[in-house]
């Protein structure tokens, strides 16, 4: 059975690793928690949806209280006229 063998650099491929190493040891770093920017835009779209749905049921509710006092004043009218009627029959 073939024993595995390590992986060897050269040189040149050491000073190359190095050299990242070390930009990277000196870019500055950011503190805090990491924020992505997919996640940052979806909760903005989120936030703008809640907005418009909470704005359109308040509309929907004004329009049923609407639609039911429409219905009651009806309902009275209907009843006027038809008391309008029998009383002048």
Known sequence: MPRARRRTFTNA??????????????????RGPKVDAAARVDALQIAQITRERDKLRLELDQAQLVIE????????????A????????
Request: proline residues 3%; charged residues 30%; hydrophobic residues 45%.
């Open 13 to 30: 491929d050491k000073r190359r690793i190095l050299q990242a190493a070390d930009l990277a040891a000196f870019a500055p770093q950011k």
């Open 69 to 80: 006092v429409q219905k009651k004043v009806t309902a009275l009218l209907d009843l006027l």
């Open 82 to 89: 038809a008391t309008d009627k029998r009383g002048s029959t």
